[in-house]
């Protein structure tokens, strides 16, 4: 982290006074370049989110989190609890990209993808300030009694931000639902599907209240993620950052013409920094921090205050870059090093991981096959001297249609299957199905004790795979 000012006031979060008060931020919006940016982003990633539930990929959607049967499908691959192994690797997968991203690029997530700050910048305050005006009318007004005025756009404010609440707040439990079942729900009434309103209540009540309230305290207080940065971050990853060697000795211009104890050394003439301590960089902050302070865990990186201080600059006929993306290597003078042990470890982690979940995904069988002897039996001999095993068979059809399954014995010699209650069953997609089956050996074919047997399972004619199991037979069979 880089050090704060020289005699900087007492540490303390920007969001809270002195006295542990909330204290509530009216940020300036700088439409410069970073802003339009984020803004054309925001709003594709906006589209994404509203429409990955709807789309189908193999007549699910594209990513549905069904947790009430344990499924999780991403883009048309179905995950169940028994693919813990693919699981595990996905998670650290994200995880290592996490950790990669962050020492590269800094908290370019925060300000650029996170749906607090798309929905908070760019829904929602704008939204704000044009019900209730530009900052100095709000904080005037909230800082007043109660007037006609101050309650209807109070109140028209809230009525908008409910609706929006409630519209993410379906579109967020889709992933979980799914629209279908949504809509089937949407259509009763709340004593027919209590659970139904009772949870779009609460979605909606949580999403309400972060947008219209906590706001930028999610970031600053709830989110683990600002307290990591400073494990996964060093001096080379990207950060927003003011550089104090130009812009210092700040001044505003009354103090310039006023001031002159600044002097440069070499030529005793009064030199002042860029910065003009206009206060710009504050203003559009969405956390409330000051950048020239250093690194803050506040920071989202959303680059607010490059825009603001660029607009400034291209005022005074400075040069921009005041306040810009860079590291905090080359804010002291150094050049930023891309090449660095701790990219080569996370970078080396996430390729290994990528590969073996590639090589997962890419070997994953069709079908999910476990095969078992039901417990508690051995073997019959029936009447036409047949050695018979009884099976456990439990199946899941990892495709996305339905297929007739098709077991085949391949040894021992003579060996025929019966599975119990259909000559070919058939699996849907994603179903867990449980059935039994009875595995008949001629006594003359059946070794002493029992042999392996080998079968072969189908799926629309596709070979999935060859299962041996251990079968129980007499241990003499002479007669």
């Not at 989110?49 to 007549?59: D, Q, T």
């Not at 044009?130 to 028209?156: A, H, Y």
């Not at 519209?167 to 809509?183: K, M, P």
Request: aromatic share 10%.
């Amino acid at each position: 982290m880089a050090n704060p000012i020289p005699n900087a006031p007492e540490a303390v979060l920007s969001t809270l006074d002195l006295a542990g008060n909330r204290k509530w931020i009216y940020p300036t919006p700088s439409h410069g370049r970073f802003w339009r940016a984020r803004l054309i982003v925001g709003w594709v990633l906006i589209a994404i989110f509203v429409a990955l539930p709807w789309i189908e990929i193999g007549n699910r959607p594209a990513i549905f989190l069904d947790l009430a049967r344990r499924e999780f499908t991403f883009f048309g691959l179905t995950l169940h609890p028994t693919d813990s192994v693919l699981l595990m690797v996905f998670a650290l997968t994200v995880l290592m990209a996490v950790f990669f991203i962050t020492a590269l690029f800094g908290r370019i997530w925060c300000g650029w993808g996170c749906p607090q700050t798309i929905y908070l910048e760019f829904v929602y305050r704008p939204i704000e300030r044009m019900i209730e005006g530009k900052e100095v009318q709000r904080r005037r007004r909230d800082q007043g009694p109660w007037t006609f005025d101050k309650g209807w756009r109070k109140s028209f404010k809230w009525l908008i931000f409910a609706a929006i609440s409630v519209s993410l707040a379906h579109t967020f439990v889709a992933y979980f639902a799914g629209w279908e079942n949504l809509l089937e729900w949407m259509g009763q009434s709340p004593a027919e599907a209590p659970a139904y309103f009772a949870m779009m209540a609460v979605t909606t009540g949580l999403i309400f209240f972060d947008f219209a309230y906590f706001r930028e305290q999610m970031c600053t207080i709830t989110c683990p993620y600002a307290r990591l940065q400073s494990v996964l971050m060093d001096d080379d990853s990207l950060i927003v950052s003011y550089d104090r060697g130009r812009g210092e000795q700040r001044a505003t211009y009354r103090d310039r013409r006023k001031n002159t104890d600044v002097l440069d050394l070499d030529d005793g003439e009064v030199r002042f920094g860029d910065c003009i301590d206009c206060g710009a960089c504050v203003r559009t902050c969405p956390t409330g921090i000051d950048i020239r302070d250093g690194l803050q865990m506040e920071c989202v990186s959303c680059t607010a205050c490059v825009d603001a201080c660029d607009y400034i600059m291209d005022s005074i006929d400075k040069p921009r870059g005041l306040i810009r993306y860079t590291s905090e290597r080359a804010i002291s003078g150094g050049d930023t090093k891309v090449s660095r042990p701790r990219l080569y470890l996370y970078g080396a982690l996430l390729l290994i991981l990528s590969t073996v979940l590639v090589g997962l995904v890419s070997t994953r069988a069709p079908m999910e096959i476990d095969v078992q002897r039901v417990r508690g039996t051995t073997y019959n001999i029936t009447n036409d001297e047949q050695v018979a095993n009884r099976l456990s068979l439990r199946l899941r059809n990892r495709t996305s249609e339905a297929g007739a399954l098709e077991v085949t014995p391949t040894a021992p010699e003579g060996a025929r299957i019966r599975i119990v209650g259909a000559e070919q069953p058939i699996l849907q997609p994603g179903e867990l199905t449980r059935m039994e089956a009875w595995i008949t050996v001629p006594e003359d074919r059946m070794p002493p004790g029992g042999a392996v047997a080998e079968f072969e399972f189908r799926i629309h004619d596709q070979l999935v795979e060859t299962v041996q199991l251990r079968l129980l037979g007499p241990h003499d069979n002479a007669h």
